[in-house]
Structures are given as C-alpha cells and as structure tokens.
Nanobody
Framework: QVQLVESGGGLVQPGGSLRLSCAAS????????MYWVRQAPGKGLEWVSA????????YYGDSVKNRFTISSDNAKNTVYLQMSSLKPEDTAVYYC???????????????WGQGTQVTVSS
C-alpha cells in the first residue's frame, strides 16, 4: 500500500524558513520522481519542485527558484523541501506526490499525500 505522509507545515513570518518532510512507503523510492505541489486558497495546483533520488536530479518552479531546496534521504525514504525567504504568496497547502516517469503536470502523478498547510504571515 502506497503512502505519502507530509509533515512540517505551520505558521511562519515573512522572510522566515520552514522545512517540509514527506515520508514514502509502498514503492521503490529510489527510482521514482518525487514532487512538491502547492495549492493556494482559491487557486489551482502549482508545481513547485521535483527530485529523482536515484540520479540526484532536481528541478524548481520559477516562483521558488533560489529560495527553496528539495532533497531526499534514500535510507529513510523521505523527501524534504527546505523553504527560505518565505513570502505571503507562498501560503498554500503543500502536497507531496510521486510518479515513475518525470512530468511537470500534476495530473500525471500516481500517488499523493494528504497535504500540509504553510501560512506565511506577520
């Protein structure tokens, strides 16, 4: 049974940092593409970042480039999203997702977590 469990969300002030975690189980973590996707209130899904733990490739959306860092720990089957210089527009529910083949279209992702809320506000 595939499971993706996010954690680490919360309330943070503008300019602050937060680290999200996504613990995966039920599939071969090291060969899958892992993603972070977010959904702001009243808006659609926004692709944030991707990583392939096996080859070490990472990609970022333009809105988070140079502020967010995606990484993974294969021993723990966990992917992380280190978020820095947070802005109010980063406020969203952040989802972890996975797919066997790379895609920047969230509609192609086979597995999803339940999401974790990130709120950036003073």
């Amino acid at each position: 049974q595939v499971q993706l469990v996010e954690s680490g969300g919360g309330l943070v002030q503008p300019g602050g940092s937060l680290r999200l975690s996504c613990a995966a189980s039920g599939f071969t973590f090291s060969i899958y593409w892992m993603y972070w996707v977010r959904q702001a209130p009243g808006k659609g899904l926004e692709w944030v970042s991707a990583i392939n733990a096996g080859v070490g490739s990472t990609y970022y959306g333009d809105s988070v480039k140079n502020r967010f860092t995606i990484s993974s720990d294969n021993a723990k089957n966990t992917v992380y999203l280190q978020m820095s210089s947070l802005k109010p527009e980063d406020t969203a529910v952040y989802y972890c997702a996975a797919s066997a083949l790379y895609s920047s279209n969230p509609d192609d992702y086979a597995y999803w977590g339940q999401g974790t809320q990130v709120t950036v506000s003073s």
